[in-house]
């Protein structure tokens, strides 16, 4: 059964610096895509960043020249480097993966979610 731990969420003053990792666990054959959404109360979910199989980067404008994805393949784990956080940062990160996954003699391609970490900038 494969696992997603996200850990790295916390308290941070504006201007400050957070890294975010998820780390997963089981039995992953092939990572298909790794990504960090966040949801701030009253607000849907959206797209912070993400790293699809061919290692390129997908970032929302709103965090754009401030955000790094980076993904370490062989520890199955994702990284969010975060800098100059801003209060409207502020939210539950949550990490989202989509592995193939070998179960006895079958693969399977399935989607997978952390159980969020939270965010909070503010002086």
């Known amino acids: 059964q494969v696992q997603l731990v996200e850990s790295g969420g916390g308290l941070v003053q504006p201007g400050g610096s957070l890294r975010l990792s998820c780390a997963a666990s089981?039995?992953?054959?092939?990572?298909?895509?790794m990504g960090w959404y966040r949801q701030a109360p009253g607000r849907q979910r959206e797209l912070v960043a993400a790293?699809?199989?061919?290692?390129?980067?997908i970032y929302a404008d709103s965090v754009k020249g401030r955000f790094i994805i980076s993904r370490d393949n062989a520890k199955n784990t994702s990284y969010l480097q975060m800098n100059s956080l801003k209060p409207e940062d502020t939210a539950v990160y949550s990490c989202?993966?989509?592995?193939?996954?070998?179960?006895?003699?079958?693969?399977?391609?399935?989607?997978?979610w952390g159980q969020g970490t939270q965010v909070t900038v503010s002086s």
């Open positions: 790293m699809p199989s061919d290692g390129s980067a």
């Open positions: 089981g039995n992953i054959f092939r990572i298909n895509f």
């Open positions: 989202n993966a989509v592995f193939t996954v070998l179960s006895g003699v079958h693969y399977a391609t399935s989607d997978y």
